[in-house]
């Protein structure tokens, strides 16, 4: 039987309408979620997602502004402006957008974000509350994933969660998510030997490998919950997922497509996480 496609956009634009009562209420008590997305450099893929952003903000009517800098700006500079945003009062999430140039250090930037405007959930504080199960700003594709398993009511707790690739950005906190949820995680990376000996064994497969066409139907276990993470752009110009969804829809329980799967969500993770930073965290 032919798996249930979950539709991220759909999804997405169910959220998005509710974020944009929350954001409507937050406004009437004098509180407008304010985001601030930094873009250091021309890469046109980093402009394409930051325009993303301010596109969603403005739909749920969360105010943002794009910081765009060149190419040259120095480290210095950077975490300079990072501790003007740090201390501005309006300013309640803020992003800067990776890849950064390489004369950059990325992890000097991402700890100097104040935790309480890391709407990324990137800071080691943030991932340090993750890991301890306290609220914090969850990272946004991995909190975008467990939303849209829990969309689908699909069962987490006991399950055989395999996931390939191990980013700091994907792999690693989607891993401790499901972990949080009571799954058994396995994480297989690279380097892994027989490969297919651990996604045939996965009740819920999470595919972040960068590379289209990894997986295939002889990969996955009969009924397997399919979630992929690639957004890859092939020879002819379209996009793809790492996953070979024709194949893979056949033999799948629930499976995500590219696109309109993932990738919306991990925008609107980002919106929710801008509304929770305005609204403060629990302790
Ligand atoms: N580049 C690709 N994905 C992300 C993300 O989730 N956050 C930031 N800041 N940069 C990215």
Redesign the pocket.
Known sequence: MSAEVINGKELAAELKLAMKEEVSELKEKGLTPHLTVVLVGDDPASKS?VNGKKKASKETGISSDIIELPTSTTETELLQLIDKLNHDQAIHGI????PLPEHIKEQSVIEAIDPQKDV?GFHPINIGRMMAGKDTFLP??PFGIITMLKSRDIQIEGRHAVIIGRSN?VGKPVGQLLLNENATVTYCHSRTKGLQSFTKNADILIVAVGKANAIHAEDIKEDAVVIDVGINRVEDGTLTGDVDFEQAKEKASYITPVPRGVGPM?ITMLLKNTIKAAKGLEN
């Open positions: 997602y992003l800067v957008q990776l990324d946004c594709t950005i991990t």
